[in-house]
């Protein structure tokens, strides 16, 4: 006797089950791919444009700008760092120097305060940057260093940096 199996196209159950399920890992595991490299490219542009690390920038090229208008023989220092203060020409053909201008913290800020010299008496207050958990001002010859940490609570930047008065 002769039996043939006569086979019709189509696909099983099991083999449905089995393409369901290989189908579910590969989302699953692209899923997790895609969040993680989300997840990792808001930390890097975190840490390459985050508020500590443009504060930073600022905070240098503010201090730079003060210290190269400012007279070598017109700043004065605090004792303990907490602020230094340069004088300078107003304008460029002033003969004696005539304003001032103050770094300091002050409430979690870096504040640059403006002032007269003759009457002494302050002018404007500017915020140079926020976030400043500590700022320390030190004199090295005709040199000023500032090391100035920054801190928002998910990230941590510390700034070092140095200003010649030019004048």
């Not at 975190?46 to 210290?67: K, L, P, R, S």
Request: with cysteine; aromatic share 8%; charged share 15%.
């Amino acid at each position: 006797v002769n039996t043939r199996y006569i086979t019709r196209p189509g696909i099983t159950l099991l083999e449905v089950l089995i393409a369901a399920v290989a189908a579910t890992i590969v989302l699953a595991g692209l899923t997790v791919l895609l969040a993680d490299s989300h997840r990792g490219w808001n930390s890097m542009y975190n840490q390459a444009y985050g508020d500590v690390v443009t504060d930073g920038y600022v905070a240098t090229a503010m201090f730079n700008a003060i210290m190269r208008q400012g007279l070598v023989e017109g700043f004065s220092i605090d004792a303990s760092g907490q602020w230094v203060e340069v004088q300078y020409y107003s304008e460029e053909d002033s003969t004696a120097a005539d304003r001032y201008a103050r770094l300091s913290q002050s409430n979690g800020s870096l504040i640059v305060e403006y002032g007269a010299l003759d009457p002494r008496g302050e002018l404007s207050t500017e915020t140079v940057c926020t976030n400043v958990s500590a700022c320390n001002f030190t004199q090295v010859g005709q040199s000023v260093h500032m090391v100035l940490t920054l801190d928002d609570g998910t990230q941590s930047n510390q700034v070092v940096c140095c200003g010649y008065m030019h004048n």
